[in-house]
């Protein structure tokens, strides 16, 4: 009797053999605070290749364009081409850094087995996929608020609708985080999931209205970006910041919304099946 109780402890002690019970709330949320620190030092460590180096680029991408091409093109929908390109530079940058450290995140996790701890602290599954989802959230709105504070003396860009953006950044990170986690998950090598954003993402965001609006493309060109999931997730955000955007407010949110609730459920699944975690 006593060696069968003996067991059991010894399950319970380290979150296998049942569910989390209510008594275990604590425990998880001390489980839950410990990963989502680990992931924020993960960034702020290396917060010169983390936060630092995509604030730069997208600088450069608006003193570049906006010099270069402001020349020529000197109004966009009645905005100043600077200020025209910054929400689109902004919802890419963030989209990107959302996706790269989640995938990177977890895919060091598996390959060093450190996963394995994740998986049998007393924690719920949505605590650990929420855990690991907060760096890439956190260094994304790192990356847009120091951007924000550069952009706006630099180009004047006006904030028209703030809760809008909010919402609408918020949506993409949640997409791009989730996104990333699952590629993470599935990818092999780490060459994996650097494809994924330099073959994917990285090209439709390009093709999705940062530098133009699709309403001066040609057909069928115009027509084809509405397939495009970026285009309504940079409109979405533009129409936070300038009133004005190439499609209606609601279907960009939606569309944004509609597959970011997926994509988290999807991670979300993962952990709670162990999916190629516990392998």
């Known amino acids: 009797m006593r060696a069968g109780q003996s067991r059991r402890d010894r399950r319970r002690r380290h979150g296998r053999?049942?569910?989390?019970?209510?008594?275990?709330?604590?425990?998880?949320?001390?489980?839950?605070?410990?990963?989502?620190?680990?992931?924020?030092?993960?960034?702020?460590?290396t917060w010169t290749q983390t936060v630092f180096a995509p604030v730069i680029s997208s600088i450069l991408f608006i003193l570049v364009f906006g010099?270069?091409?402001?020349?020529?093109?000197?109004?966009?929908?009645?905005?100043?081409?600077?200020?025209?390109?910054?929400?689109?530079?902004?919802?890419m940058a963030m989209v990107q850094a959302a996706y790269n450290n989640n995938s990177s995140s977890i895919f060091?996790?598996?390959?060093?087995?450190?996963?394995?701890?994740?998986?049998s602290a007393p924690m719920r599954a949505w605590q650990m996929n929420l855990g690991f989802n907060l760096?890439?959230?956190?260094?994304?709105?790192?990356?847009?608020?120091?951007?924000?504070?550069?952009?706006?003396?630099?180009?004047?860009?006006?904030?028209?609708?703030p809760l809008v953006a909010l919402v609408a950044v918020l949506l993409g990170l949640v997409l791009f985080?989730?996104?990333?986690?699952?590629?993470?998950?599935?990818?092999?090598?780490f060459d994996h999931h650097t494809f994924v954003s330099n073959i994917l993402i990285l090209p439709l965001a390009f093709v999705g209205g940062v530098f133009y609006s699709v309403e001066s493309l040609a057909s069928p060109w115009q027509e084809l970006s509405h397939v495009n999931?970026?285009?309504?997730l940079v409109n979405a955000v533009r129409y936070g910041f300038l009133g004005t955007s190439d499609a209606s407010v609601a279907l960009c949110l939606g569309v944004t919304a509609a597959l970011a609730i997926p994509a988290y459920l999807w991670a979300q699944w993962l952990f709670t099946s162990g999916r190629r975690l516990k392998a």
Request: proline share 5%.
């Open 177 to 189: 985080s989730a996104l990333g986690t699952v590629v993470g998950i599935f990818a092999e090598t």
């Open 17 to 45: 053999g049942r569910a989390a019970a209510p008594g275990d709330a604590p425990s998880g949320s001390r489980g839950l605070a410990w990963l989502a620190r680990r992931e924020l030092l993960r960034v702020w460590k």
């Open 229 to 232: 999931p970026l285009f309504y």
């Open 135 to 161: 760096g890439g959230v956190v260094r994304a709105l790192a990356i847009g608020t120091l951007l924000l504070a550069l952009a706006v003396p630099l180009t004047g860009v006006p904030i028209e609708h």
């Open 67 to 91: 010099l270069s091409l402001g020349e020529r093109i000197k109004e966009v929908d009645g905005f100043d081409y600077r200020a025209f390109i910054v929400p689109g530079l902004l919802t």
């Open 108 to 119: 060091q996790a598996r390959s060093d087995r450190y996963v394995h701890d994740v998986l």
